[in-house]
């Protein structure tokens, strides 16, 4: 096309030239011939039946083209995705979350959670609530700390490395039935948390759990409920 497009301008550029009264030829500069083809190819598109809009028909039709193979491909995505298998893999996923809380062996005391062999671990029923308490630093403004008493005790015949902090406990007090609180890392060398020591038969050990409640929490306390995790292994005692 480009090419019948470019013989036909020079045909008109000869033949204007060649019109007149037996004058001679004129001999055109580079410019003045570019300029009589151009104009001369514009007239012939606009003549021709079979050419609309020259280059822009073509690049729209490309672009409709490669839009129609996006969708094509983007339907044919859709079509794999399968609702029914979406919903089975959400199903799956939640049938393993489920299946990992139900591995969580729940057991009814210390002794079992932490489960040192010929260790007795016992709350003695006793707490403190106090804001001044030996050896930490003043809780966060609106707290105070409440500090649970434990008894270690050897019930067997050997003596007994009593190493608590290679289990890695984790502790939670919940006072009244509201939120619960961790317990606090301390450096007492009677903290229950990072207890290490040896006992001999029948000795005990008195330690203790630091916690920082809210002072509205501890200001009236009808019960309490403190929870002991270690690995999978929970326990959930009222006490």
Same mark, same amino acid.
């Given at each position: #096309?480009? +090419?019948?497009?470019?013989?036909?301008?020079?045909?008109?550029?000869? +033949? #204007?030239? #060649? @019109?007149?009264?037996? %004058?001679?030829?004129?001999?055109?500069?580079?410019?003045?011939?570019?300029?009589?083809?151009?104009?001369?190819?514009?007239?012939?598109?606009?003549?021709?039946?079979? !050419? &609309?809009?020259?280059?822009?028909?073509?690049?729209?039709?490309?672009?409709?083209?490669?839009?129609?193979?996006?969708?094509?491909? %983007?339907?044919?995505?859709?079509? &794999?995705?399968? $609702?029914?298998?979406? &919903?089975?893999?959400? @199903?799956?996923?939640?049938?393993?979350? @489920?299946?990992?809380?139900?591995?969580?062996?729940?057991?009814?005391?210390?002794? /079992?959670?932490?489960?040192?062999?010929?260790?007795?671990? !016992?709350?003695?029923? !006793?707490?403190?609530?106090?804001?001044?308490?030996?050896?930490? =630093? $003043?809780?966060?403004?609106?707290?105070?700390?409440?500090?649970? =008493?434990?008894?270690?005790?050897?019930? *067997?015949?050997?003596?007994?490395?009593?190493?608590?902090?290679?289990?890695?406990?984790?502790?939670?007090?919940?006072? =009244?039935?509201?939120?619960?609180?961790?317990?606090?890392?301390?450096?007492?060398?009677?903290?229950?948390?990072?207890?290490? *020591?040896?006992?001999?038969? *029948?000795?005990?050990?008195?330690?203790?759990?630091?916690? /920082?409640?809210?002072?509205?929490?501890?200001? =009236?306390?009808?019960?309490? &409920?403190?929870?002991?995790?270690?690995?999978?292994?929970?326990?959930?005692?009222?006490?």
């Amino acid at each position: #096309m480009k +090419g019948f497009m470019k013989k036909g301008a020079v045909i008109i550029a000869a +033949g #204007m030239l #060649m @019109t007149g009264c037996g %004058d001679s030829l004129k001999v055109l500069t580079e410019s003045e011939e570019a300029i009589i083809v151009n104009y001369s190819a514009g007239t012939v598109a606009k003549f021709n039946k079979h !050419q &609309q809009d020259g280059l822009t028909v073509i690049a729209q039709k490309e672009d409709a083209e490669n839009d129609e193979d996006v969708t094509s491909q %983007d339907e044919q995505k859709e079509e &794999q995705q399968n $609702p029914e298998d979406v &919903q089975e893999e959400n @199903t799956t996923a939640d049938t393993t979350q @489920t299946e990992a809380n139900q591995t969580a062996q729940t057991v009814e005391s210390l002794s /079992q959670v932490l489960e040192i062999p010929g260790v007795e671990i !016992q709350y003695t029923g !006793q707490y403190e609530v106090n804001s001044n308490y030996p050896q930490l =630093n $003043p809780p966060k403004e609106g707290y105070t700390y409440f500090v649970m =008493n434990f008894t270690i005790t050897n019930t *067997g015949t050997e003596n007994v490395d009593c190493n608590i902090t290679d289990k890695s406990p984790v502790f939670a007090v919940s006072l =009244n039935g509201g939120s619960s609180y961790k317990n606090e890392f301390t450096i007492l060398p009677n903290d229950l948390y990072t207890y290490e *020591g040896n006992l001999a038969p *029948g000795v005990n050990a008195e330690t203790v759990l630091v916690f /920082q409640v809210p002072e509205a929490d501890a200001a =009236n306390i009808t019960s309490i &409920q403190l929870q002991a995790q270690v690995n999978d292994v929970i326990a959930n005692i009222a006490l």
